[in-house]
């Protein structure tokens, strides 16, 4: 009986609950897009609450496909995307869309070895093993990189993504970027046609093959490799240092990129000698003339808050913030939104 | 729309099935019956006549939107679509045979191994069984249908796999290895891993609807054949497994049905790459995984609209298997018939 009486009361609170939330007219601001921000975006909407309570944020996380899909068609107020729109989808678009970057995040190359040994690789280890031209541990190649690490004579067992994502754009980027003939054979996007290994669905996909497969060498997102406490190795970067991925070598390399006006920046294989060589960005997509002049105005106040202050909350959720010249400059992007 | 809807379709094909006899038989008994005209009949059969005729428009309408989403791929890559392998998104190439092979084969390969089982299991329950096993043995056999596709996934690659890969797969591959389907490197996620993680997936509906059919065999079947002085064994092989013959078909074509669509789990543990190699060591992949990975990061319109293509090809797999299988099924009915007849 008691208990009954107390579902009513919760009942009760609920509904005026839900009526309370309905009678202060809140202003709804609508994103998708990209999956890998995802966990960073939904902790600014949380915070922003507090900031601007009416607003609320609205994001799905479908894919970077989606998220410049749905900006394109105008059916979101905001998209995402971890690479860059294209020239020709860019050409699509009804009016001028911006790239506002917001953070960045790196790949890693884990690996699976008895007794799991530092490693160091290069760009052009890296472009053979995935090319399918480097096939064992004790491949001269690698063992010159690693004088000191017992090598087994033993096949690699290449893991890639086998779902597009912005994690194999960075990782397909840095490898054509490195290797002419990456570029010619395979190239550069969300997904690719991998010339060997096998493939692994998502981060976890991936991460899993690894760990139960001895031998097994892929790359990983760098949180992903942290949180797990996988291996993984250093890489060395254009200006000849071996760089272990962390914050700061993504920071790094995000301030000695050659970062263009439009922001559709690339910083992987950044020069720079501390610079770790396979990290890239993800961005929002915003059309510069907004239709809404009210939601405009929201949705630009929001992104101030974010470059400004949400960057700071990034390190805790082990993404790079934007080093500051380049706030600076998507700060002065921002106030060109116009309503 | 059509992601949900793929998987949709074996469900819906059988609900028409389901739909339709109900409607037909409405007929027959109505013909048989003195006063048809009474009007809660006659709802009644127009409320199902609708039910079945709207399953049917939606069936239509799932595959002119597959057909629709990908009208340009069809018209630039046109049958060389379906005849070649290589699936390259920079290069925006797309052909869809490696896709249609793994479906193919994984299915195969699960049926050889969940068929058997589930029959045989559903001969254990109805025939054998002592009565207070019965129940508890059912309800597992349930609550394995009952695990999400994403955790018999994960299961599958770090339990099924490690253990294929040290102890059944290098047993094959010593005793079979001589033959191309058991050679070459084991890796670990491969065609054959894809197979038996769908075998464990369809195990309990093939089991459960065969079950259902056995239970539906009447006494009189089984007294007979015992009468006549069968063993167990005879009386299970010739009064029930053969009298139930055409339900036991229908029961693995619908576990058919779900193997062609299934997904996540197929995903986890196949290695999706896309290639044809006769070894099933080596990874694979199938049509609804290539759907399921690259759908949403897909960002030009021609790979999107192959990925539409390879829904529309996976959506005439199923509808052809379908029919192949009711072929099948009269044959077998036509056949029985005249041996009972001779």
């Known amino acids: 009986m008691k208990s009954l009486k107390f579902c009513r009361q919760i009942l009760t609170i609920g509904l005026l609950a839900g009526v309370s939330a309905t009678a202060s007219a809140q202003m709804l601001l609508n994103g998708a897009g990209a999956t890998f921000p995802y966990p960073i975006y939904s902790k600014w909407f949380d915070e922003y609450a507090k900031v601007d309570p009416s607003v609320r944020f609205n994001y799905q996380s479908i894919g970077s496909g989606g998220g410049q899909k749905q900006i394109l068609a105008q059916t979101v107020d905001f998209g995402a995307s971890d690479g860059p729109m294209s020239d020709d989808n860019l050409a699509k678009a009804p009016g001028k869309i911006l790239h506002i970057p917001t953070v960045a995040g790196a790949d890693v190359v884990a690996y699976n070895l008895p007794g799991n040994p530092a490693l160091k690789f290069d760009a052009d280890t890296i472009a053979g093993v995935f090319l399918g031209q480097i096939k064992k541990w ?8 690693n004088p000191g690490a017992k090598l087994p004579d033993q096949e690699i067992v290449v893991v890639h993504r086998s779902d597009g994502s912005g994690t194999t754009y960075i990782w397909t980027d840095y490898l054509s970027k490195v290797s002419p003939e990456w570029k010619s054979k395979v190239g550069t996007n969300t997904s690719v046609n991998w010339p060997t290994g096998i493939g692994g669905k998502g981060n976890e996909g991936v991460a899993g093959q690894i760990k139960q497969t001895p031998g097994a060498l892929g790359y990983v997102e760098l949180i992903y490799a942290i949180q797990n406490k996988m291996p993984y190795a250093e890489v060395k970067n254009s200006a000849g240092e071996f760089v272990k991925p962390s914050l700061e070598s993504i920071i790094a390399a995000m301030a000695t990129a050659q970062i263009p006006d439009d922001f559709r920046f690339s ?14 960005g993800t961005w929002l997509l915003v059309y510069e003339q907004q239709k809404d002049p009210a939601k405009g105005k929201k949705l630009v106040e929001f992104l101030k808050w974010a470059a400004k202050h949400g960057e700071k909350m990034a390190r805790d959720l082990q993404y790079a913030p934007l080093p500051d010249s380049l706030q600076q400059r998507v700060l002065k992007r921002i106030d060109e939104i116009k309503m | 729309m059509y992601r949900s809807g793929l ?73 060389h679509f379906l005849l070649t392998s290589t699936w390259d998104p920079v ?22 191994i969940a068929v058997p089982l589930s029959i045989a299991t559903a001969a254990y329950l109805t025939e054998l069984a002592p009565l207070w096993i019965r129940q508890p043995l059912v309800s597992l056999i349930e609550m394995l249908a009952a695990i999400p596709s994403v955790i018999l996934g994960l299961w599958g690659i770090f339990v099924m796999i490690p253990w294929l890969r040290d102890y059944p797969f290098p047993f094959l591959k010593r005793f079979l290895g001589w033959t191309p389907f058991f050679s070459g490197p084991i890796y670990g996620p491969c065609m054959f891993a894809g197979g038996i993680i769908i075998a464990v997936m369809i195990l309990p509906i093939i089991t459960s609807v065969s079950r259902e059919i056995l239970r539906s065999v009447p006494d009189l079947q089984r007294e007979a054949a015992y009468a006549l002085g069968a063993t167990r064994w005879e009386a299970t092989r010739i009064a029930v497994l053969s009298y139930a013959k055409k339900g036991l078909f229908g029961a693995v074509i619908l576990g058919l049905g779900r193997a062609l669509g299934e997904t996540m789990a197929v995903t986890m543990v196949i290695g999706n790459t896309p290639q044809i190699a006769a070894s099933l060591f080596k990874p694979g992949y199938t049509l609804a995984s290539v759907i399921a990975n690259e759908f949403t990061e ?45």
Do not use: C, H
């Open chain 2, 91 to 112: 290069a925006e190439q797309f052909g869809a045979l490696p896709f249609i092979y793994g479906t193919l084969v994984s299915s195969l390969i699960a049926l050889l």
């Open chain 2, 7 to 79: 998987p949709l379709l074996t469900k819906v094909l059988s609900f028409m099935a389901v739909a339709a006899s109900i409607a037909m038989e409405e007929r027959s008994v109505q013909a048989r019956m003195a006063s048809p005209s009474r009007f809660g009949d006659k709802a009644f059969e127009w409320l199902t006549l609708a039910m079945a005729l709207a399953v049917v428009v939606l069936i239509i309408l799932i595959g002119w939107q597959l057909w629709i989403g990908s009208s340009v791929a069809i018209k630039k890559f046109g049958f």
């Open chain 2, 298 to 342: 897909a960002t030009t319109d021609i790979y999107l609209q192959a990925l539409f293509e390879i829904g529309l090809v996976l959506f005439g797999i199923t509808i052809l298997v379908n029919l192949l299988a009711q072929l099948l099924l009269r044959t077998i009915a036509t056949t029985s018939a005249t041996r009972a007849v001779q």
């Open chain 1, 267 to 280: 910083i992987t294989n950044a020069p720079g000698k501390d610079a770790y060589p396979i990290a890239g």
């Open chain 1, 138 to 145: 004790n491949d001269p190649k690698i063992t010159a990189l």
